[in-house]
């Protein structure tokens, strides 16, 4: 069964420095997104991503975050600095043809810890 | 605006009892409302979604829930839990936005489940 699939499945980083979050989403699907979590807390929405472009990003999701599909396969997750309250886990997700009514598959999370 | 309230942080159950995990929503649209499941470092899982069909919902594992808009609840049931069933579970909103649908998770519940 087709999968996402996200490295590293843990990152450490110091403050300050950039990092990049991979993910392989199911091959066939055109809507991506990326969550987040912080531990003890509940998983947000960061942004979302269409055709090449974001089509919606949330409050959190601001000038430090980008997001890019450099291929066909992966779409990426840069946090440009990090900062202490960057530590969380990041999941990827894919939906198919219609975001409206399809599943939202996730991917496995990258736990990052910035120090 | 869209939000869920799971009733409960944690429940737990003895194996072979019923499981009950609670959920009220939100909504200002007519929305899809979604369980799901995540083990001990795994992704997230569907178990089952409501997307306007029918009100009592069947999902994987023998998981079930019923929509009940008079209550503005989508509870989560199981007739007879197993140990596998221990994991966290999430109930989840997606407003129509469009297209783009991001997801709105609960707190989540911790599902315990004791011999």
């Known amino acids: 069964e087709p999968e996402v699939t996200q490295t590293p499945s843990h990152q450490v980083t110091q403050m300050g420095q950039e990092v990049i979050l991979r993910c392989v989403p199911i091959?066939?699907?055109?809507?991506f997104y990326w969550y987040r979590q912080i531990l003890g807390q509940k998983v947000e929405f960061l942004v979302s991503?269409?055709?090449?472009?974001?089509?919606?990003k949330s409050e959190i999701f601001d000038d430090q975050f980008s997001v890019e599909r450099p291929d066909g396969s992966n779409f990426t997750l840069k946090i440009r600095s990090t900062k202490l309250e960057d530590s969380a886990m990041y999941f990827c997700?894919?939906?198919?043809?219609?975001?409206?009514?399809?599943?939202?598959?996730f991917g496995p999370g990258t736990r990052l810890t910035v120090l | 605006a869209q939000s869920v309230t799971q009733l409960d942080s944690h429940v737990s159950v003895s194996e072979g009892t019923p499981v009950l995990l609670r959920c009220n929503y939100s909504?200002?649209?007519?929305?899809?409302l979604f369980w799901y499941v995540q083990h001990p470092n795994k992704g997230l899982q569907l178990l089952l979604k409501?997307?306007?069909?029918?009100?009592l919902v069947k999902g994987i594992n023998g998981f079930e829930a019923e929509f009940k808009k008079s209550e503005t609840s989508f509870h989560l049931t199981k007739p007879s839990a197993h140990m596998s069933d221990a994991a966290e579970y999430f109930c989840?909103?997606?407003?129509?936005?469009?297209?783009?649908?991001?997801?709105?998770f609960g707190a989540g519940t911790r599902l315990a489940v004791h011999p």
């Open positions: 997700a894919s939906t198919g043809t219609s975001a409206s009514t399809d599943t939202q598959y």
């Open positions: 091959s066939n699907h055109l809507y």
């Open positions: 991503f269409y055709n090449n472009e974001i089509s919606e």
């Open positions: 909504s200002s649209y007519s929305p899809s």
């Open positions: 409501y997307t306007s069909a029918a009100t």
């Open positions: 989840v909103v997606t407003p129509f936005s469009g297209g783009y649908n991001k997801l709105i």
